[in-house]
């Protein structure tokens, strides 16, 4: 069964290590802040300038002036700081994030992403993604494997305009997690009740299965 936003922002906050300092993107990747691990402590980043961005408010901690780069109301953790976008730009273009979380409309097996235009959309555009991509090493993206309509997101070569060449090793979508490496796609872990066979067939890109492919714990 394909995993929910919920459950992909789940599975990547098992990622997180104890003192990383992380980026999340729009989107699913907002959700990792209700997933940190207990036991590590992590501070996240909003490129609009929060550093130590905490889980999502309850009603009563709504703080109308307290958002995140996507404009969803947000909660600080001890110790957060706020600051300008410049001096959150300076932190990602100086290699200061230790991972990154990114959603994508496509990816392929070069490592390429294509993530902020679909042409003839209006799509709020690049924000600080293509910083993100260049400025760090450990970047995951969350994605859906295929389209609406069945349509691998997982290409041989991206057709959308790039956000980003050569820059990302891992995908974690709602059917499986993939390293990219050597030009392929290699599977890593599956989604509960997802078989080989149905990821195979959702990834144009070539997809590399050795052995047997262990189901996601959560």
């Known amino acids: 069964m394909a995993l929910s ?7 990547v906050a098992q990622e997180l290590k104890d003192g990383y300092y992380v980026n999340l993107g729009i989107g699913i990747p907002t959700l990792v802040a209700n997933y940190v691990p207990e036991g590590i402590e992590v501070m996240l980043q909003s490129e609009n300038g929060l550093l130590g ?4 408010p309850t009603e009563e901690e709504v703080d109308a002036d307290l958002i ?8 600080m953790t001890a110790g957060a700081s706020l600051f300008d976008s410049a001096e959150s730009f300076a932190m990602i273009r100086g290699g200061h994030v230790d991972l990154t979380v990114l959603g994508a409309f496509e990816v392929d097996v070069e490592g390429n992403i294509a993530s902020y235009m679909i042409p003839g959309k209006l799509i709020k555009g690049m924000g600080g993604a ?19 309509h069945g349509v691998s997101k997982l290409l041989n070569k991206c057709t959308l305009p790039l956000t980003g060449k050569g820059c990302i090793k891992k995908v974690l979508t709602d059917l499986a997690f993939i390293e990219i490496k050597d030009g ?13 066979e149905e990821i195979q067939q959702l990834t144009e890109g070539e997809l590399v299965v050795n052995g047997e492919i262990p189901e996601m714990q959560f």
């Open 5 to 11: 936003r919920e459950q992909i922002a789940q599975r």
């Open 53 to 56: 961005m905490g889980r999502f």
């Open 68 to 75: 995140n780069a996507g404009k969803q109301t947000v909660t």
């Open 130 to 148: 293509m910083d993100l991509v260049a400025g760090a090493d450990n970047i995951i993206v969350t994605m859906t494997h295929a389209s609406k």
């Open 184 to 196: 392929k796609f290699h599977l890593l872990e599956r989604a509960p009740g997802v078989s080989v």
